[in-house]
């Protein structure tokens, strides 16, 4: 049925600008969610034990941490870089034990993990499962989620829709800055299928307030935005 639909380009979400700019994303970055399960010996608080769940996750953490801080000097070495161009880790859930007097005999750390679209897969999970190693026996990875590697539009004359696009907002006066997309939206699956896809919302002169408080759009920011849509939709429906 999805075929059918004779689907050549799609449209995704963007992202605001708080300048006169607008955001356009032709790719995005990969999404895992990596869980480190380490096992080892539980016991009594007041004691010494070996091989223990605690020192091992110690190990896994500080290892996460330190390809992070790799990936931040990226970022701060390179000002045309942008966060959506490096890969970005993130301790997000530490679970394990019950009370603090008893060492527990399993710990679980969670991160959220967001491959840069020239990060080798195979490469990043065959280093989680060197780390795993090194943490100690009994040091499992469940890569829960697991985004595959995803095709990056051209900005090019190769590209129809590419040329559409920057033609018309060209004529409309609109200065677009390219990256990759930093977090992940639906338009992955549709890439995956073979059809080109961007993300764009005409919202500049707007802050990002994703997921905060107070998040809002001005109303002339609004319906320029509709404007900007019954310029860009047409023109690329009609290529």
Known sequence: DFRKLNVGCALDEGIASPDESFHFFYGERSLWHVFIHCMGT????????????????????????????????????????????????????????????????ELTVGFDCRLSVDTDHKEFENWINELCKLAGPDVVA???????????????????????????TRTMGLKLKCNIFPAATDSRYIREVGIPAFGFSPMNHTPVLLHDHDEYLNEKIFLRGIDIYCKLLPALANL
């Open 42 to 105: 539980p016991g009594h608080g007041s004691l010494l034990h070996d091989d223990t769940a605690g020192e091992k996750i110690a190990i896994v953490i500080e290892k996460f941490m330190a390809r992070r801080a790799e990936e931040k000097k990226k970022l701060k070495d390179n000002p045309n870089l942008t966060v959506g161009d490096v890969t970005t880790i993130n301790l997000t859930t530490l679970e394990g034990g019950v009370q603090t007097n008893v060492v527990p005999p």
């Open 142 to 168: 469940d890569i829960d989620v697991r985004c595959a590697v995803g095709p990056v539009e051209s900005l090019d004359y190769t590209n129809p829709w590419w040329c559409c696009i920057s033609d018309t």
